[in-house]
């Protein structure tokens, strides 16, 4: 592959630097993409505790909420975005070159949209940078970064439970929007609970400070009837007889 490319290079030597740096970067990226491909498909099987720690992670992915996930995504974006094969590796390969994301997060914004050029492409690179572009839309749309799968999680098959995770905090907080760019069965979702904010006035923050609050207890009842002074002895003698 490298000579490949070498020769490619040599080929465009005898071409002013200009037009023969211009010809060659192709090539070169190309080259680049394929061998990124190459090293992240082609690594060996786990062992020992790598292989424990995946297997825990495999076992977190839910075949049923794939499939509540991907009624989901046609229902949102159209037909347009296809179908993926049954299983956990034909829903990985649906959403791996980011495109069908793209297209989610576009379907969610009523103005602008957060990614103008969606491209599907074969190169490893370019797959990933539109996995990192939806993850920096879907950030800015709400979801918290505890939410975030990782692009290796998707891109490599790591961890998909986490990208499910991160599709059904979108879809919850899209459900809680309910700014009309929603589509599907609200059902599919849970509405989070929102913020309600007080605001007081000065006066009010101000009567506030008088006022003892209950985790510290009461004062009312209270009472000094039948106390003696302090440092009197204590009467217990009956002095009637």
């Known amino acids: 592959m490298l ?13 002013p630097t ?13 080259t680049i993409s394929l061998l990124a491909g190459t090293v992240m498909a082609n690594k060996g099987p786990s062992y020992g505790l790598s292989r424990e720690v995946q297997s825990k992670i495999d076992k977190k992915y839910d075949q049923d909420l794939e499939e509540r ?50 491209q599907s492409s074969g190169m ?4 990933m940078e539109q996995i990192s572009q939806f993850l920096n839309a879907a950030e800015k749309y709400g979801i918290t970064k505890t939410d975030m799968f990782q692009t290796v999680d998707l891109w490599e098959g790591k961890d998909l439970a986490a990208v499910q995770r991160t599709l059904m905090a979108l879809g919850n907080l ?57 440092g009197r002895p204590r009467q217990i003698l009956n002095n009637n007889p």
């Open 174 to 230: 899209a459900v809680t929007r309910d700014d009309g760019t929603y589509r599907g069965d609200p059902n599919w979702f849970h509405k989070k609970s929102m913020e309600n904010r007080r605001d007081f006035s000065e006066d009010q923050l101000n009567e506030g400070k008088s006022v003892i609050g209950l985790q510290m207890g009461t004062n009312k009842g209270a009472s000094q009837a039948g106390m003696t002074g302090y």
């Open 69 to 118: 996930l991907t009624e989901w995504i046609i229902a949102q974006c159209g037909a347009g975005v296809g179908q993926p094969e049954a299983g956990k590796t034909g829903w990985q390969n649906w959403l791996k070159d980011g495109c069908v994301l793209c297209e989610l997060i576009n379907s969610l914004s009523s103005g602008n949209k957060p990614i103008r050029k969606i």
């Open 124 to 127: 490893a690179f370019k797959q």
């Open 18 to 30: 200009t037009k023969r740096t211009h010809q060659c970067l192709p090539a070169l990226s190309e």
């Open 3 to 15: 000579a490949s490319m070498e020769f490619k290079c040599m080929e465009l030597s005898i071409l």
